[in-house]
């Protein structure tokens, strides 16, 4: 039994704590009345972390790829890798089990979403928050035990073109749940998806550890009539050896190809994709990758998927009330908690909603104002005077194309370059304006392009002199996802490295980094270019690039929210709201004022 005097000195720090989280919560204007969600949230956060240690350990047990070839790690490269690997976890599958069989694993026909209602507050407002509860279940209609699966939501009005994508928690007992901030009036729709069984994650982590070959690359090397082809890659097994080691000198990006057997290294004369490797499952997992089954099927709502929302009630949500005494205390219990726990709390990865779209445009949520660029007179008023280098994958060159046909004053160089692949001039002398694109670096799986095309973008960057009136645009990552993260990251710091020395030399140098975006995962390419290596990555791109002086164009939210289906190659409705998005990072004084909260 505890003494009396114990329970004052207990009851004390508690009311201490509820004081500080109290002023804490108030700084930071957090809603009061979403504190039944901030609840459950720290509870989450904090069941995630007791398990942190262990799934640490499987990590670094995987760090294989390519030892003999792969370039070591400073200290700190290494520690910042770890914390990303670890910020990017994904639940795995309960270990000790036998493989599932289909019909154990998630089925969105038999999973519900329910739209979570409160006696407190019956009615949504503008300002508040949704939040919809989803149980999956298994083909028998058994409700899953574990999460790990790969959900998408949006919340959309046809009528007011709207349309935001949500942010999912997984529970990791087969509940996830689901948030929207309410930002427009009226009636609103919630689409639930699911992209992937977790079931089928754990095979698609399988691929992308273990079987970086499943996408091949190869090299013609040619000298006079005679001409090898050979296999080429980031790493190759040692045999069948030897190797030409074209491991970029200035980077350390890793690039090698087998030896031709009558011509020397310094005969690589192009590149190319080499072909899909197709033995990847087994008879078994082939079924976790059925479309129309269980890749990007749609959840029902159990009842009502669509909710009527007022105009916001002003000035009342901002104070605690009597009913969230309750959650008071409970919050001073989780913080106390906390206190002991802290230590080990791992950083989330949180992607905040970054905006919506509202009568078919986007308008951003962190202040940015959104301009609309609809003609040629105002793209080419705010790109006088400016030169514009668009670096990445095809993403990034549907910009480009973008621009091409919105400009007809533009004179587009032909360079005698293969048509996709470019690269690619175009400007316009009457205004003094330029626009360039260029591809990354391998690996890129395209059709053939000359050895002496390949250039990575860190060393692209690094020949700029950059200005108050340079524009440079990248999109790095559909190329990277049948490779391990590691790769990814790696790449990555090259380019951040270069970033920051060219805001360095020339910090009025505007950089837009667009995101990655889901995309139509038909037949089997899931297996090569599936959403969730896309998500993984994307979250390392926007965790490496925070803090510095860069924009984000947030394809992967555009494209969630939007009513179109997704694509690799987002439909043009998208790829001007992207363009329009660079546009305003470029000419804010040109922008519109936001309308909406
Ligand atoms: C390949 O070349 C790079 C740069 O010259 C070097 O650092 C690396 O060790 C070489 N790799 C192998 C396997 O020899
Ligand atoms: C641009 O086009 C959109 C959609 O057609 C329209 O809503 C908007 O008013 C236009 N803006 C300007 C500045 O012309
Ligand atoms: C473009 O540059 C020229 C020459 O420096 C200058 O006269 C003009 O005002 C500039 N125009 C814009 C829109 O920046």
Request: glycine share 6%.
């Amino acid at each position: 039994m505890m003494s009396l005097k114990v329970w004052k000195y207990v009851l004390s720090i508690l009311i201490l704590f509820g004081i500080i989280s109290l002023l804490y919560n108030i700084a930071i204007g957090k809603n009061w009345n979403y504190n039944t969600v901030s609840v459950l949230d720290e509870v989450q956060t904090w069941s995630r972390s007791s398990r942190l240690s262990e799934r640490l350990l499987t990590f670094q047990q995987y760090h294989t790829y390519c030892p003999h070839l792969a370039k070591p790690l400073s200290l700190e490269d290494e520690v910042e890798e770890r914390k990303l690997l670890n910020s990017i976890i994904w639940p795995q599958l309960p270990s000790g089990s036998a493989p599932p069989s289909l019909l154990q694993t998630s089925d969105p026909v038999h999973s519900r979403f329910t739209i979570v209602t409160s006696k407190i507050k019956p009615s949504w407002y503008v300002g508040d928050q949704l939040e919809v509860q989803i149980q999956l279940r298994d083909f028998k209609g058994q409700p899953k035990r574990y999460g790990g699966d790969l959900l998408l939501a949006r919340l959309h009005s046809p009528k007011y073109e709207a349309g935001v994508a949500g942010q999912v928690l997984d529970h990791e007992n087969g509940l996830y749940t689901v948030r929207f901030p309410l930002l427009w009036e009226g009636s609103a729709q919630v689409d639930v998806m699911m992209v992937h069984s977790s079931e089928a994650i754990a095979v698609l982590r399988r691929l992308r550890d273990h079987r970086l070959d499943r996408v091949r690359f190869t090299s013609t090397f040619r000298q006079g009539d005679q001409s090898e082809k050979m296999m080429c890659h980031i790493c190759l097994p040692p045999e069948p050896g030897p190797i030409c080691n074209f491991t970029d000198v200035r980077t350390g990006e890793p690039w090698y190809c087998y030896k031709p057997k009558m011509l020397s290294c310094d005969t690589r004369y192009n590149h190319a994709m080499g072909g899909y490797a197709i033995d990847l499952l087994t008879d078994e997992e082939t079924l976790l990758f059925q479309n129309g089954k269980n890749v990007k099927v749609p959840i029902q709502a159990s009842t009502m998927d669509t909710i009527n929302v007022l105009p916001s009630s002003k000035g009342t949500a901002n104070l605690p009330t009597d009913t969230s005494a309750f959650y008071f205390l409970i919050h001073i219990i989780v913080l106390v908690i906390n206190v002991d726990k802290g230590s080990q709390k791992p950083d989330p990865v949180k992607l905040a909603t970054s905006g919506y779209y509202y009568q078919g445009s986007w308008r951003p949520l962190d202040g940015v104002p959104m301009g609309q660029f609809n003609d040629s007179s105002a793209i080419t008023q705010c790109l006088t005077n400016k030169s514009v280098y668009l670096y990445g994958d095809s993403t990034m060159r549907q910009w480009y194309e973008y621009f091409s046909s919105m400009l007809p004053d533009l004179k587009k160089f032909y360079l005698g370059k293969p048509i996709k692949l470019g690269p690619f001039l175009a400007v316009d002398t009457k205004h003094n304006m330029l626009l360039w694109y260029r591809i990354h670096g391998p690996p890129m799986r395209t059709q053939w392009v000359m050895s002496n095309d390949l250039r990575y973008i860190a060393n692209e960057l690094d020949g700029l002199t950059g200005s108050r009136d340079t524009v440079v645009a990248l999109s790095i990552w559909a190329h990277f996802t049948t490779l391990p993260v590691e790769v990814y990251i790696n790449r990555l710091r090259d380019i951040r490295k270069a970033v920051v020395r060219l805001l360095n030399r020339a910090p009025g140098t505007l950089v837009v980094i667009r995101t990655a975006n889901p995309q139509s995962l038909e037949q089997d390419v899931s297996l090569y270019n599936s959403d969730w290596f896309s998500l993984q990555q994307d979250m390392v791109l926007r965790a490496m690039f925070k803090g510095l002086n860069v924009r984000f164009v947030d394809a992967w939210q555009m494209v969630v929210a939007h009513h179109e289906p997704h694509n690799l190659h987002p439909l043009r409705p998208i790829v001007k709201t992207m363009v329009d998005m660079m546009l305003s990072y470029i000419c804010p004084h040109r922008s519109s004022n936001n309308v909406g909260i």
